[in-house]
């Protein structure tokens, strides 16, 4: 028989289907930096299924399920996963009250809905160990109900479980136990549910939202709704150096939760940005978050829902011995449980009011002033996570690359306005060749931080535009004079070498 876990929500839903083949401490940081691995890790492993993709996952939903299975595994098997999430020897002992202390926290949080939840669902064939159930009980606390189920209604057992689910998510993820994940011969299903509903601290005001692109890449772009606040929020922009990216931290009521942009500096980099991020590179940029920046954001409005079957991600990171011939001794005395299947599903909408989510993851120097105001503005691929602040837990993890053109992103909460995917827009060839031959990129306005332009440039700004919108729209007026259908790639291009994005992070 086998254990699938099914993993998902922002919500998030871990599930742990299997058939037959402490005292609270104080919480560790050690153990958090652990989970927070986990979540580049399972990023970068995902990324090698779809480089250029969305993503969205819960790695927090996806440790805490494990260790509902580490409490009942031994010799290599525990070896297995305490190894895939970062637990060392240092912790192995008290990991379980340390997260039970991070669910506390989790769960302790009045502004913001936000709340970590378990299920264990044996089949009534099954005797799990009294210890194994008491350690449960001792770690995931009473709401960790333990309800055996006949899986021989196979059916009926699923719409159970289903529904738990979807009722802990607030039904935004409904039937994540499709048909195919359960049968007669299933005996133990582990269930880990996370939601997260927040409001902005600083809400995006509807009235600022507009349509305007989203650049997947260099030739191509996406209508989506773009919201916008202007305010002060916790802002660093990594040098080169480091990430080259700049992070932006947007609080929920409460200060307690938050979102955390990472923009690549360049468009288009963020394969750059991947690579260089590491755990040490992401803590110590965060530090350097100047708490009271003047920034304008720009963010799209937008839903990603994302269903993985992760059992070759964790057998990549170190976890194939789990899926062979696993040790599962201390869940209960059958040598034939076996891990098959991990199912992790997870789902996210972001607009003015705040985020809904469920899943079932240094360079010193002075000031002699305030800083300037600074734009962050979303309309290329970045990475998005959202944390618990007090214990830095990572809860989501994600990357947000390709707008759904049927995505309903409208500025009501039923009604929509589907964006529809599109060329980016091009100008005829003779054009972009006059341009180039009137304005080099080595002459872009060199404007100060008030936009002040030279005597120079301002024959050219007239012709291109003083920044990358007014470029493109200017390109759409051409393409409109000269009657065309579209504008070829050209002229964008030519925007983007116009006008770099250290350029459009200027007011």
Not at 18 to 37: H, R, W
Not at 53 to 62: D, E, Q, T
Not at 333 to 357: Q, W
Not at 449 to 454: P, Q, V
Request: aromatic share 8%; glycine share 4%; hydrophobic share 35%.
């Amino acid at each position: 028989m086998n254990i699938e876990v099914l993993i998902g929500l922002w919500v998030s839903v871990s599930v742990l289907i299997s058939g037959i083949q402490g005292v609270p401490t104080k919480c560790n940081k050690e153990l958090v930096d652990a989970f927070n691995q986990f979540a580049l890790d399972l990023h970068r492993d995902l990324s090698t299924d779809d480089p250029n993709g969305n993503l969205i996952f819960s790695p927090y939903s996806v440790a805490s399920c494990f260790l509902m299975v580490l409490l009942g595994t031994a010799g290599e098997t525990a070896d297995s996963i305490a190894e895939v999430f970062h637990i060392t020897q240092a912790i192995r002992e008290s990991v379980h009250a340390y997260r039970r202390c991070i669910d506390e926290s989790i769960n302790g949080h009045e502004s913001v809905k936000l709340n970590t939840v378990n299920r264990v669902y044996p089949a009534t064939t099954l005797n799990l160990l009294t210890s194994y159930t008491d350690a449960i009980t001792e770690y995931y606390g009473e709401d960790a109900k333990i309800e055996p189920l006949d899986f021989k209604k196979t059916e009926e057992s699923r719409k159970i479980i289903n529904d738990w689910i979807a009722n802990v998510t607030n039904n935004k993820l409904q039937n994540v136990i499709q048909p195919s994940n359960i049968n007669e011969m299933t005996v133990i299903v582990l269930v880990n549910a996370i939601y997260f509903k927040g409001s902005w601290k600083y809400k995006f005001l509807e009235k600022e939202t507009h349509k305007t692109n989203f650049f997947t890449d260099i030739d191509t772009s996406t209508e989506v709704d773009m919201m916008v606040h202007r305010t002060h929020f916790p802002y660093t922009n990594s040098p080169k150096s480091i990430l080259d990216a700049q992070i932006v931290e947007l609080p929920y009521v409460g200060d307690t939760v938050s979102m955390v942009i990472l923009l690549p500096n360049n468009r288009f980099r963020l394969a750059e940005l991947e690579q260089k991020l590491t755990l040490a590179r992401l803590k110590d940029e965060m530090k350097y978050l100047f708490p009271d920046r003047a920034v304008t954001v720009s963010l799209p409005k937008f839903k990603l829902k994302e269903r993985y079957i992760l059992n070759n991600n964790l057998k990549r990171l170190g976890m194939d011995h789990v899926f062979s011939g696993a040790d599962l001794s201390k869940m209960a005395n059958d040598d034939r449980l076996s891990i098959d299947e991990v199912i992790h599903e997870a789902f996210i909408e972001v607009n003015e009011e705040g985020t809904e989510a469920a899943a079932v993851t240094v360079i010193a120097g002075g000031r002699s002033g305030p800083p300037p105001p600074v734009k962050v503005t979303c309309d290329q691929p970045f990475l998005f996570f959202i944390r618990d602040k007090p214990t830095g837990a990572i809860l989501f993890w994600g990357r947000y690359t390709t707008p759904d053109p049927a995505e309903d992103t409208s500025t009501t909460s039923s009604t929509t306005q589907p964006s529809t995917a599109s060329k980016a827009p091009t100008v005829p060839e003779t054009i972009v060749t006059e341009e180039l031959k009137q304005t080099k990129i080595t002459d872009a306005p060199t404007t100060t931080d008030a936009g002040i332009e030279t005597s120079t440039n301002r024959y050219n700004m007239k012709r291109v535009g003083h920044n990358f919108e007014e470029c493109i729209e200017k390109c759409k007026i051409r393409k409109a004079a000269k009657n065309k259908t579209n504008i070829q790639p050209k002229c964008m291009k030519f925007c983007f070498k116009r006008f770099p994005t250290t350029q459009l992070s200027t007011p």
